[in-house]
């Protein structure tokens, strides 16, 4: 069967270090993966999709990016972080573009 | 671009209540939608979808939602909720005619009081 996993769980950093947030599926090939964040109240906002290696579409501009080196791995990263930054980052799957999307357990970011 | 509205940001019921946690979107010639729930601090997990055929959708837990074209809405229903049920609930869109990537709501939460 098919899993994801996400990690760090939470993470606390100061403001102005950097940031890599890691993502895997096992189980599946060539997934279409997605990075997520989620603000209290304002529900989920994409940050990136990946259809597949070397493949990512930003869909804010800010100062994250993204990056996809193996077909299953999916890191979030920045050079500098800033204190709006801080929020519930949501790595998520699916199998091809019409499925429903798979969520891993979230990382809890606080910015200090 | 398709948006979905959830007009409902927090939902207090007593268990054993019914309960609708209401869901809109934005017109377009057709549509996918889900509804996903979420626990505290893990990741979302669905509940049910609607891509085509039946108007009512049946999911886990004994939720049950109803798309609605006419009135773009797609609720999701509980006959009798549980406390175990207190979570947010999230809808999406998404549009097979276009790039298929979720737009979520901005969620409800569910209280379930005793």
């Known amino acids: 069967s098919q899993t994801i996993h996400q990690w760090p769980a939470t993470l606390v950093q100061p403001v102005g270090s950097p940031l890599s947030l890691e993502c895997t599926v096992e189980g599946t090939s060539n997934p279409n993966l997605y990075w997520y964040r989620q603000a209290a109240g304002r529900g989920l906002q994409l940050l990136f999709y990946s259809v597949g290696i070397g493949q990512i579409s930003s869909e804010v501009p800010q100062n994250l990016s993204a990056s996809r080196p193996q077909d299953r791995q999916f890191i979030l990263s920045s050079k500098k972080l800033l204190l709006s930054d801080s929020g519930f980052y949501l790595c998520a799957w699916n199998p091809q573009s019409d499925s429903p999307l798979h969520f891993g357990n979230g990382t809890r970011l606080t910015v200090t | ?114």
């Open chain 2, 1 to 114: 671009a398709q948006s979905v509205t959830q007009l409902d940001s927090q939902v207090p019921v007593f268990e054993e209540a019914p309960v609708e946690l209401r869901c809109n979107y934005s017109s377009s010639v057709s549509v996918y939608l889900f509804w996903y729930v979420q626990y505290p601090n893990q990741g979302l997990q669905l509940l049910l979808k609607y891509l085509s055929g039946s108007t009512l959708v049946k999911g886990i837990n004994g939720f049950e939602a109803e798309f609605n074209k006419s009135q773009t809405s797609f609720h999701l229903r509980k006959p009798s909720v549980h406390i175990s049920d207190t979570a947010e609930y999230f809808c999406a869109v998404s549009d097979p005619g276009g790039s298929y990537i979720p737009t979520f709501g901005r969620g409800t939460s569910l209280i379930v009081h005793p």
